[in-house]
């Protein structure tokens, strides 16, 4: 495996409205896999398109575009687009017609942008209603109406020719704390993961869903050693032999203070990635995000990068971009 496709196991963010010359000169070298929009990104319609442009035409594999547009609080654009309710809303009132409908507006207007990976929907089951993390952004407590919903959800997207991301794996919908600031935990039997959690998840598998992100959060009883992003208990045997998923693994972001005030980043996202993440996600701070590029650069020389694990990734990479982004 040579050194040009090392970069598409990375998905990076950038800080302000215009992505830095670092930046741009960071995509160019390492080819990345995908750069991810915040709000701190967006400006006009016409700025975005144009931005999403250069960054495409520094790299030699077409990148993957990512925002998170869920509708309700979670929307990084919310000037001159559609915007639509929480899925909550969607599924208190049983409308399976406006999530078609939402899902397939925004979807549209996505892909006229350049963006071509929809970071959604959130497929988690709300069973603790403290859980501000989640709260509407979940169909609601139902495993068996959340799996349907997440279905149309996905399928809409997928209609307008835009990537799909059923996210958190294995579940986050009964956790109090929030991963962006501390490491949750849960000790919940894998019997009910599999009986409340997993559902929607294995409805979102059935139907093909591009991606799956994975979550900082401590699953006792699934892993009792690491959280959910660095298992490979979770992550290879959970996920991919038990549940059958063939698509992406994308990692949540590896800069949340769940990992990096608990392991350092470099090794995390090494772990993360060896664990069966096929997709490290780093949302900010160009000195971080080079460093830990380097520290993968420098295991492949040392022959430390496990290869098999290495080409798998790449492959469903390469494998969907081809399919999907031509």
Known sequence: MDKL?????????????????????????????????????IDTKEKIKEKIELLQGRSEIPLFVMIDQEGGRINRITENFPLFPANKFYGDNKDKNGVRIA????????????????????????TNLSNSVIGDRSFGSDPKLV??????????????????????????????EDP????????????????????????????????????????????????????????SQILREELKFKGILLSDDMQMKAIKENYPLEEACFLSFEAG??????????????KVIEHFEKKL???????????EAINRILALKEKRLK
């Open 180 to 235: 962006h600031k501390t490491l949750s935990y849960n000790s919940n039997l894998k019997e009910r993961f599999e009986k409340i959690d997993f559902p929607p998840f294995k409805e979102a598998i059935s139907c093909e869903v591009d991606f799956i992100m994975s979550t900082h959060l401590f699953a006792t009883e699934l892993d009792p050693i690491f959280p959910v992003s660095l298992s490979k208990k979770i992550c």
């Open 147 to 176: 799996a349907e919903f997440s279905k149309i959800a996905i399928q809409s997207i997928r209609e307008e020719g835009v990537l799909t991301c059923a996210k958190h794996f294995p579940g986050i919908g009964d956790i109090s």
């Open 301 to 311: 020389k040392d022959k430390e990068l496990n290869l098999p694990r290495y080409s």
């Open 277 to 290: 993440n096929d997709m490290i996600l780093l949302a900010e701070n160009l000195e971080e995000q080079t």
């Open 5 to 41: 496709k090392l970069g598409q196991i990375f998905c990076l963010g950038y800080q302000g409205l215009e992505p830095s010359v670092e930046f741009v000169n960071l995509v160019q070298k390492y080819n990345l896999g995908g750069v991810i929009l915040f709000s701190r990104n």
């Open 103 to 126: 899902y397939r507006q925004t979807a549209k207007e996505l892909k006229r942008l350049g963006i071509n990976v929809n970071l959604a929907p959130v497929v988690d089951v709300l």
